[in-house]
């Protein structure tokens, strides 16, 4: 069901409370003008090389970010939470380019877009909500740059340990899935999980990995520490 305007502002407050900066009738007039949008889990937000048609602000679900090769392979750059900012969806706007990626909903997913015009109005006279839009801007580059660190310093084995021991001791999750995420593939990944569960590292079921030694995966994560 639809909300009113009035629950649709305070679900935005409560996600994005930087735009409590706002004079109520600008809030009012970003609802009104904003449309809402809803998609499925997988889901395609946008598409590389599509033009951006405005600036997301996300109620609620994830939007994973990915870049895709010629050959099909896919390489997860980060994801965007309710209350955070897409950067590649700030910089198309900000440069009038295309977008270099693809916007996916990893979950049912739920946000407002927000008129390119509008956007621009609000990155020009609303400074809390420009220092917003350039402060995730800058941490969200901080993580790409550790990324570019991984691919190019780290083995893929190491980023693999590393990537399980952020998920917990269980994780239901698919080798096709984890390949995504490290821009590998899937038969590279499950053969590592397999050398890993021969070292008693982990145990392997059906889209299911349980951390057995969280010590031995440090170690091999990180063999400097």
Do not use: W
Request: aromatic share 6%.
């Amino acid at each position: 069901m639809r909300k009113t305007p009035t629950e649709l502002q305070q679900s935005l407050l409560l996600v994005y409370p930087v735009l409590r900066s706002l004079p109520p009738a600008q809030l009012a007039a970003l609802c009104e003008v904003a449309t809402l949008l809803q998609l499925p889990a997988s889901g395609e937000l946008f598409a590389e090389g599509q033009t951006c048609k405005g600036f997301p602000l996300i109620l609620r679900g994830t939007i994973k970010v990915v870049k895709s090769s010629a050959g099909g392979r896919e390489m997860l750059l980060y994801r965007v939470p309710p209350g955070d900012s897409c950067i590649i969806t700030s910089s198309c706007l900000l440069a009038d380019s295309p977008y270099s990626a693809r916007g996916i909903a990893e979950t049912p997913l739920s946000l407002l877009l927000v008129p390119i015009d509008f956007f621009e109005e609000l990155v020009a006279n609303n400074r809390p909500f420009r220092d917003f839009v350039f402060r995730l801007f800058a941490e969200r580059i901080a993580e790409l740059m550790e990324l570019v660190e991984e691919v190019a310093f780290r083995r893929l084995d190491q980023r693999l340990a590393k990537l399980l021991l952020a998920r917990g001791d269980a994780i239901h999750c698919t080798h096709q899935a984890l390949a995504d995420e490290l821009g590998s593939v899937r038969e590279i990944v499950s053969r590592l999980l397999k050398g890993f569960a021969a070292a008693g590292l982990v145990s392997l079921a059906r889209e299911q990995i349980m951390v057995v030694d969280r010590a031995g995966l440090r170690q091999l994560a990180d063999p400097g520490r």
